[in-house]
């Protein structure tokens, strides 16, 4: 018989085993989840959940899908937070030191605290990055948030207003557009696709008779 | 965590590692893989399916649970709908709201259209959020589409679409481009050449990645576009019944409020369904790496109102699900950290095969280790397991690798005490991807007309197999290309009368052919919440 843990769901008493995940206990104490539930595997950031285990002092927050229960875990989950989201015109902007200054002017209102950081389910250096923000160093903002997945629990912590997730974006889609190098191999082989110059090769693959591609796909050499 | 039975075995592990580091491993003969496939491949056990009894596809077969959504009835069967009230009016309604609704809705509205998406959870909340490992594309000097073509074609076993996977490896590199235009981050050298490696089945290293959030990476930007587009989004609603004209064109569907239950409809000049795939189906009891809304919907619309599926009978599992521990059973572990130099080894410490053959040769093999060879490692989950030698790739790749290269599945683990730096990890197939599905034309469209499919939702476009990082570029390249077809199309519609009938049509079916299962579909979320025993 597996080991059983109490949880209180909203406030309410339940008795879960001990190896579900916040997720998983809230579908064994009998919620058929809509909200608070996508990718389940920890990309999509769907499941924020805030919880205290009774008698901590420090409030807790993390994917529900990623985080296993312990006893007397009070759980609520946070099933939408409202981003600040502004719309952007990624091919009217330019990778400048005002555009983050123009869209997203409360970054500029960190106090510091840090909330942000502690609070990351993916243990990202939220506040470090929005640092890089103010800077206008884009590429340090980009990679350093990479691994967000915008599931808003920073900003639900943020006594700024900062909607961290989205400045983060925007500086990895200016990063990605604008700073990263151009792959010129790229640029290469559209124009070449697109001039027909492998046309020919794929259509007479293409036109061989099944046997033919059969032992040509077996015995084709496979780069080291 | 891991058990003293476990641990035992980790001994083994490290005491072959020296001797496996540099030794060549057999790839297996087209003869062997074919008999590991008819002999341990899922999709190879009969008793696993049903012939259908009605529909396009009457007489073939797919697995149970699909068979039961695809007779089973429509959830609007005894509700009276006014098809007058309309609630929405647009020229294409993007159904689903993964990479590739995300794409045709950005092609679309780029070209004119008004556009709607509607999505049961969130959009974002699919698959293409989950995939990791990247996304192919020839555009290596020593690479070509041919090529391309070549690996996909013989990794799918010839039954490609010939036309469609030429579509799909032609426009390739564009879709890269695309992306990379749109800001998506991929690995690159300073100098901006693409960092690309190989996936199993590839015989040039042409996968493109970004870390191993490649399909996050992808998908959230495209969120962002569509967002930016300010196209609308109706979310936590899903589309339960298509809408035809009297003269049996699309025009819209019929949606339902995913927390109120409250229908509206919605009328469109054209439909793109781009549901995505199936594995919370749990097929022969798999535990699956997908989203929780993959429930086969879009199949199910598109077969009652007439449209054919192709290779409906064929999945892919995934060779490396974890396995160990519990809490992320079934998720995956991205082929990616194989391409890095993971090797596959057994509970006696032995490298079974070579680590980069194509999904469904290598999740066999792995079925056959721990079942006839009997060279699993017996986990809690209740099955057996093989290991994935990972701290290998730290020796050869040096030390950091893990964390730049897969940080998404070091995290993973590291939320169990797990270092995967240190210790090797317990892995075993899950269900991963829906090989086949709805069947389309090269512009998307299908045997409706102004009706499109796109994404995984789709098949034929890679036969009954798909190569890693094919599935990232197929959502691109085909969801951009239904968005382009139904952006050109609407302009010349004059949508006729709308109706149900052929929902009465296919209930009388139902009726005619005696099937009583009971079963109401689409199924839209699996049900998992725990029912109390009395």
Same mark, same amino acid.
Request: overall charge negative; glycine content about 10%.
């Given at each position: 018989?597996?080991?059983?843990?109490?949880?209180f769901?909203?406030?309410?008493?339940?008795?879960?085993?001990?190896?579900?995940?916040?997720?998983?206990?809230?579908?064994?104490?009998?919620?058929?989840?809509?909200?608070?539930?996508g990718?389940r595997?920890?990309?999509?950031?769907?499941?924020?959940?805030?919880?205290?285990?009774?008698?901590?002092?420090?409030?807790?927050?993390?994917?529900?899908?990623?985080?296993?229960?312990?006893?007397?875990?009070?759980?609520?989950?946070? $099933?939408?937070? $409202?981003?600040?989201?502004?719309?952007?015109?990624?091919?009217?902007?330019?990778?400048d030191?005002?555009?983050?200054?123009?869209?997203y002017?409360?970054?500029?209102?960190?106090?510091?605290?840090?909330?942000?950081?502690?609070?990351?389910?993916?243990?990202?250096?939220?506040?470090?990055?929005?640092?890089?923000?103010q800077?206008?160093?884009?590429?340090?903002c980009?990679?350093?948030?990479?691994?967000?997945?915008?599931?808003?629990?920073?900003?639900?912590r943020?006594?700024?207003?900062?909607?961290?997730p989205?400045v983060?974006?925007?500086?990895?889609?200016?990063y990605? *557009?604008?700073?990263?190098?151009?792959?010129?191999?790229l640029e290469?082989?559209?124009?070449?696709?697109?001039?027909?110059?492998?046309e020919?090769l794929?259509?007479?693959?293409?036109?061989?008779?099944i046997?033919?591609?059969?032992?040509l !796909?077996?015995?084709?050499?496979?780069?080291? | 965590?891991?058990?003293?039975?476990?641990?035992?075995?980790?001994?083994?592990?490290?005491?072959?590692?020296?001797?496996?580091?540099g030794?060549?491993?057999?790839?297996?003969?087209?003869?062997?893989?074919?008999?590991l496939l008819?002999?341990y491949?899922?999709?190879?056990?009969?008793?696993?399916?049903?012939?259908?009894?009605?529909?396009?596809?009457k007489?073939?077969?797919?697995?149970?649970?699909?068979?039961?959504?695809?007779?089973?009835?429509?959830?609007? *069967?005894?509700?009276?709908?006014?098809?007058?009230?309309?609630?929405?009016?647009?020229?294409?309604?993007? #159904?689903?709201?993964?990479?590739?609704?995300?794409?045709?809705?950005i092609?679309?509205?780029?070209?004119?259209a008004n556009v709607?998406?509607?999505?049961?959870?969130?959009?974002?909340?699919?698959?293409?959020?989950?995939?990791?490992? @990247?996304?192919?594309?020839?555009?290596?000097?020593?690479?070509?589409?041919?090529?391309?073509?070549?690996?996909?074609?013989?990794?799918?076993?010839?039954?490609?679409q $010939?036309?469609?996977?030429? *579509?799909?490896?032609?426009?390739g590199?564009?879709?890269?481009k695309?992306?990379?235009d749109?800001?998506?981050?991929?690995?690159?050298?300073?100098?901006?050449?693409?960092?690309?490696t190989?996936?199993?089945?590839?015989?040039?290293?042409r996968m493109?990645?970004?870390?191993?959030?490649?399909?996050?990476? #992808?998908?959230?930007?495209?969120?962002?576009?569509?967002?930016?587009?300010?196209?609308?989004?109706?979310?936590f609603?899903?589309? &339960?019944?298509?809408?035809?004209?009297t003269?049996?064109?699309?025009?819209?569907a019929?949606?339902?409020?995913?927390?109120?239950?409250?229908?509206?409809?919605?009328?469109? +000049?054209?439909?793109?369904?781009?549901?995505?795939?199936?594995?919370?189906?749990h097929?022969?009891?798999?535990?699956?790496?997908?989203?929780?809304?993959?429930?086969?919907?879009?199949?199910?619309?598109a077969?009652?109102?007439?449209?054919?599926?192709?290779?409906?009978?064929?999945?892919?599992?995934?060779?490396?699900g974890?396995?160990f521990?519990?809490?992320?059973?079934?998720?995956? &572990?991205?082929? *990616?950290?194989?391409?890095?130099?993971?090797?596959l080894?057994?509970?006696?410490?032995?490298?079974?095969?070579?680590?980069?053959?194509t999904?469904?040769?290598?999740?066999?093999?792995?079925?056959r280790?721990?079942s006839?060879?009997?060279?699993?490692?017996?986990t809690?989950?209740?099955?057996?397991?093989?290991?994935?030698?990972?701290?290998?790739?730290?020796?050869?790749? @040096? +030390?950091?690798t893990?964390?730049?290269?897969?940080?998404?599945?070091?995290?993973m683990?590291?939320?169990?005490?797990?270092?995967?730096?240190?210790?090797?990890?317990l892995? !075993?197939?899950?269900l991963?991807?829906?090989?086949?599905?709805?069947?389309?034309?090269?512009?998307?469209?299908?045997?409706?007309?102004?009706?499109?499919?796109?994404g995984?939702?789709?098949?034929?476009?890679? /036969?009954?197999?798909?190569?890693?990082?094919n599935s990232?570029?197929?959502?691109?390249?085909?969801?951009?290309?239904? /968005?382009?077809?139904a952006?050109? +199309?609407?302009?010349d519609?004059k949508?006729?009368?709308?109706?149900?009938?052929?929902?009465?049509?296919?209930?009388?079916?139902?009726?005619?052919?005696?099937?009583?299962?009971?079963h109401?579909?689409?199924?839209?979320?699996?049900?998992?919440a725990?029912v109390?025993?009395?």
């Amino acid at each position: 018989m597996e080991t059983m843990v109490n949880v209180f769901l909203f406030g309410k008493k339940y008795e879960v085993p001990e190896s579900a995940t916040i997720m998983t206990a809230m579908e064994y104490a009998g919620y058929q989840l809509v909200r608070s539930c996508g990718c389940r595997c920890g990309f999509c950031g769907a499941c924020a959940t805030i919880y205290r285990v009774k008698g901590d002092r420090e409030l807790k927050v993390a994917l529900a899908c990623q985080t296993q229960v312990v006893d007397n875990m009070y759980i609520a989950t946070l $099933p939408f937070f $409202p981003l600040n989201k502004q719309i952007v015109d990624i091919n009217g902007v330019r990778p400048d030191d005002r555009i983050m200054m123009q869209l997203y002017p409360e970054i500029y209102s960190c106090i510091g605290c840090n909330a942000c950081t502690k609070s990351c389910a993916q243990e990202l250096k939220v506040m470090q990055y929005i640092a890089f923000a103010q800077r206008a160093e884009y590429a340090k903002c980009a990679h350093e948030s990479f691994d967000c997945v915008m599931c808003g629990i920073c900003s639900s912590r943020c006594p700024a207003g900062i909607s961290h997730p989205q400045v983060g974006l925007l500086a990895r889609r200016l990063y990605g *557009k604008y700073i990263a190098a151009p792959s010129e191999q790229l640029e290469k082989r559209v124009a070449e696709i697109e001039h027909g110059d492998f046309e020919t090769l794929i259509s007479e693959l293409m036109n061989r008779p099944i046997e033919e591609i059969r032992e040509l !796909y077996n015995t084709r050499e496979i780069e080291e | 965590m891991y058990t003293p039975e476990m641990l035992a075995s980790i001994q083994k592990v490290e005491a072959s590692r020296e001797a496996r580091i540099g030794a060549e491993l057999k790839r297996f003969t087209a003869q062997e893989k074919e008999d590991l496939l008819r002999t341990y491949h899922p999709d190879f056990k009969q008793e696993e399916f049903s012939e259908l009894r009605i529909g396009p596809n009457k007489g073939e077969r797919v697995p149970h649970e699909l068979a039961e959504l695809l007779e089973g009835h429509s959830r609007i *069967k005894d509700v009276k709908l006014d098809l007058s009230r309309i609630d929405y009016d647009v020229d294409v309604l993007v #159904i689903g709201g993964g990479g590739s609704g995300a794409s045709a809705a950005i092609e679309a509205h780029a070209a004119g259209a008004n556009v709607m998406m509607v999505t049961k959870l969130r959009i974002g909340d699919a698959n293409s959020m989950m995939a990791e490992g @990247g996304i192919q594309a020839a555009d290596k000097e020593n690479d070509s589409p041919a090529q391309h073509y070549l690996d996909a074609f013989g990794g799918g076993h010839f039954a490609a679409q $010939p036309e469609l996977l030429h *579509k799909l490896v032609t426009d390739g590199p564009n879709a890269i481009k695309w992306l990379n235009d749109l800001g998506v981050m991929f690995d690159k050298e300073p100098d901006g050449t693409m960092i690309t490696t190989h996936g199993g089945g590839t015989s040039r290293k042409r996968m493109h990645a970004c870390a191993d959030y490649s399909g996050a990476e #992808i998908m959230r930007t495209l969120r962002d576009e569509v967002l930016n587009r300010e196209i609308p989004i109706v979310d936590f609603t899903s589309a &339960v019944e298509l809408i035809l004209d009297t003269n049996g064109r699309a025009a819209g569907a019929v949606l339902m409020n995913m927390e109120t239950g409250e229908y509206h409809i919605a009328r469109a +000049k054209t439909v793109i369904i781009a549901t995505g795939g199936a594995g919370r189906l749990h097929y022969q009891g798999f535990p699956t790496s997908n989203h929780y809304g993959a429930t086969a919907d879009g199949l199910v619309l598109a077969y009652r109102a007439g449209v054919a599926l192709k290779y409906p009978d064929t999945q892919q599992y995934h060779p490396t699900g974890a396995a160990f521990p519990m809490q992320i059973f079934g998720c995956l &572990v991205t082929e *990616k950290v194989r391409a890095i130099g993971g090797m596959l080894v057994n509970a006696e410490g032995e490298a079974f095969m070579h680590p980069l053959e194509t999904r469904d040769v290598t999740a066999a093999s792995v079925i056959r280790e721990c079942s006839t060879n009997g060279k699993g490692i017996e986990t809690p989950c209740g099955g057996s397991a093989v290991w994935l030698d990972t701290p290998l790739i730290e020796i050869t790749k @040096g +030390k950091g690798t893990i964390v730049k290269s897969v940080p998404a599945m070091h995290r993973m683990y590291m939320q169990y005490g797990i270092d995967m730096r240190e210790q090797p990890i317990l892995i !075993y197939p899950t269900l991963h991807y829906q090989n086949g599905g709805i069947q389309i034309n090269l512009d998307g469209s299908t045997s409706i007309e102004n009706l499109y499919a796109a994404g995984e939702a789709v098949g034929g476009i890679h /036969g009954r197999n798909r190569l890693m990082g094919n599935s990232l570029l197929d959502i691109i390249v085909f969801g951009r290309n239904a /968005g382009k077809s139904a952006g050109a +199309k609407y302009k010349d519609i004059k949508l006729g009368e709308m109706t149900l009938a052929h929902v009465d049509r296919y209930e009388q079916e139902i009726q005619d052919a005696g099937i009583a299962n009971g079963h109401i579909s689409p199924l839209l979320l699996p049900q998992y919440a725990r029912v109390q025993e009395l």
